[in-house]
């Protein structure tokens, strides 16, 4: 089955730095990778999704990349800021035929200083 | 709308004893998904149902049930509570099930089992 891994586990930047996150995933069926963001106690939620037709995609200051050749994709955030920190997670699926059966990295904790 | 709404919030177990965590949604969702979030591992899928009157398995079932009582209800059951089984477990839903998207969280059901 699918496996993503995620890295770092934690990161910590100064506030108006970029910071930048990457996944790797095993299944080269995979086509949809999404990215969600958890606040402290809160419910994760989608911030932004690539498929595998497109290479990269933005929105504000978020960006996603995706290199099916290497099977690796990043997610980028500039101009970071305090309200940015959380906790990241990448996943990875196969769609259609496998649902939304999403498989989701361990997640990376920012941590954005004033 | 209250999107995904799941209950308890909270529930102390002792090793043995069965529980059941309900969830529902008023989206219209095909398909439902119950994840557990443990700390350094992310989200790890229990169950999923693709569409009404179906089930899987995801990457960790064993320990688990689970039913779907309607298009709106998917329900999570604990048998016989173990404590490698604490953990906070959220129920998610999506358009699906053929459909890449987002995925809609509940708030969580934080378990613990002693």
């Known amino acids: 089955g699918e496996n993503v891994e995620q890295h770092p586990s934690t990161l910590s930047v100064q506030e108006g730095d970029s910071a930048v996150i990457k996944c790797t995933y095993s299944?080269?069926?995979?086509?949809?990778f999404p990215w969600y963001k958890q606040e402290l106690g809160k419910r994760p939620q989608l911030i932004i999704d690539i498929r595998s037709n497109v290479g990269e995609k933005k929105d504000q200051r978020i960006a996603v990349t995706l290199n099916k050749t290497a099977k690796h994709f990043s997610l980028h955030i500039t101009e970071t800021q305090p309200e940015d920190s959380a906790v990241y997670f990448c996943?990875?699926?196969?769609?259609?035929?496998?649902?939304?059966?999403?498989?989701f990295g361990a997640g990376t904790r920012l941590a954005v200083h004033p | 709308n209250a999107g995904v709404t799941q209950t308890p919030k909270f529930q102390v177990l002792k090793t043995g004893q069965s529980m059941t965590l309900q969830c529902a949604q008023d989206?219209?969702?095909?398909?439902m998904y119950w994840y557990r979030q443990d700390p350094g591992m992310g989200l790890r899928l229990i169950y999923y149902s693709a569409s009404e009157g179906t089930t899987d398995k995801g990457e960790v079932p064993n320990g688990y049930n689970v039913s779907r009582l309607n298009k709106r209800e998917f329900s999570l059951r604990l048998e016989s509570a173990a404590p490698s089984q604490t953990s906070v477990y959220f129920c998610?839903?999506?358009?699906?099930?053929?459909?890449?998207?987002?995925?809609?969280f509940g708030e969580g059901s934080r378990l613990t089992v002693l």
């Open positions: 998610a839903s999506s358009t699906g099930p053929t459909n890449t998207g987002e995925l809609f």
């Open positions: 299944d080269s069926a995979s086509n949809y």
């Open positions: 996943a990875a699926s196969r769609a259609p035929g496998g649902y939304n059966k999403l498989i």
């Open positions: 989206m219209n969702h095909n398909s």
